[in-house]
C-alpha cells in the first residue's frame, strides 16, 4: 500500500507531495522548495523516513511546482518526468521567474515523459495516470485506487479550481477535464491539490461553486 505525505513550500504556498512504498522508495511529486533551508527540512525528512527516492513525478510545470527540481535531481541522482505538452510551460520558466523576482532558477530538463496511456508502477504497486488540462496543457492527475485518493495538481481544489488565466490555460477545457476525470472517482476519493487542504470528491459535487453554476 502506498502512503502520501505532503509539505507546503515557497512564497505560493504550494503543496509538495512524497509517496512512498512498503519497501521504503518513494517518489517526489511537484517539489516546489525554493529556499536551501526548504530543501534541507525536505531532505531530512527522507532521511529520518530511511526513504529512497526514484524519481521526481511533477502534476505540471508552473514556475511554483519546479523550484526544487535540479537541487532534487543532482542531490539523489533521480530522473525526472513530466507530461511532454508541459515542454512549452518549461521554457517559460526562466521568463516567469524574472516576472516574479526569482533569480538565478535553474530550469529543469525532463529525463522522461509520463503518458497517461500507461500507468506509473512502484514496486509492485500502480498509479493511474490522468491528463486532466485546463489550468496548463499537459497537466496530469495521479489516482491510486486502494489508498482512495488522487493527487490533481492545480485542476481542483477545495471549494476552487486552478486558475486558467496563464498561457495554455483554458476555463472549457479544465471543467470538461474535472467532469471528464475527476468527478467519476469514488465519492470518498481524497483529492490532494496543489494547494491548499485536501477536499473529498463528493464535497466538491456538493460544494464547489464552478461545479455547480
Known amino acids: 500500500m502506498l502512503q502520501v505525505s505532503y509539505f507546503t513550500f515557497n512564497a505560493f504556498q504550494e503543496n509538495t507531495y512524497l509517496i512512498s512504498d512498503s519497501a521504503k522508495r518513494c517518489w517526489i511529486v511537484d517539489p516546489g522548495m525554493y529556499h536551501n533551508d526548504e530543501v534541507n527540512i525536505f531532505r531530512q525528512h527522507i532521511e529520518e523516513k530511511q526513504l529512497t527516492p526514484v524519481a521526481i513525478i511533477n502534476t505540471h510545470a508552473h514556475l511554483d511546482h519546479i523550484f526544487g527540481v ?6 539523489y541522482k533521480i530522473p525526472f518526468g513530466v507530461h ?14 524574472a516576472m516574479f523576482g526569482f533569480d538565478g532558477m535553474v530550469v529543469p530538463t525532463p529525463d522522461f515523459f509520463i503518458s497517461e496511456k500507461e500507468p506509473l508502477k512502484l514496486g509492485d504497486d500502480e498509479v493511474k495516470v490522468m491528463l486532466t488540462p485546463g489550468h496548463s496543457p499537459g497537466s496530469i492527475s495521479f489516482y491510486y485506487e486502494p489508498g482512495a485518493w488522487v493527487i490533481s495538481g492545480d485542476v481542483l481544489f477545495s471549494g476552487s479550481i486552478g486558475r486558467t488565466d496563464l498561457p495554455g490555460g483554458n476555463f472549457d477545457t479544465l471543467i470538461n477535464s474535472i467532469r471528464t476525470h475527476l468527478l467519476p472517482l469514488p465519492d470518498k476519493t481524497q483529492v490532494l491539490s496543489g494547494h491548499g487542504t485536501p477536499t473529498r470528491i463528493d464535497t466538491e459535487k456538493k460544494y464547489n461553486p464552478y461545479l455547480n453554476a
Not at 535540479?70 to 542531490?75: E, N, R, S, T, Y
Not at 515542454?87 to 526562466?94: D, F, G, R, S, T
Open 70 to 75: 535540479q537541487a532534487l535531481k543532482d542531490f
Open 84 to 97: 511532454k505538452d508541459e515542454e512549452p510551460v518549461l521554457k517559460m520558466a526562466p521568463n516567469s521567474a
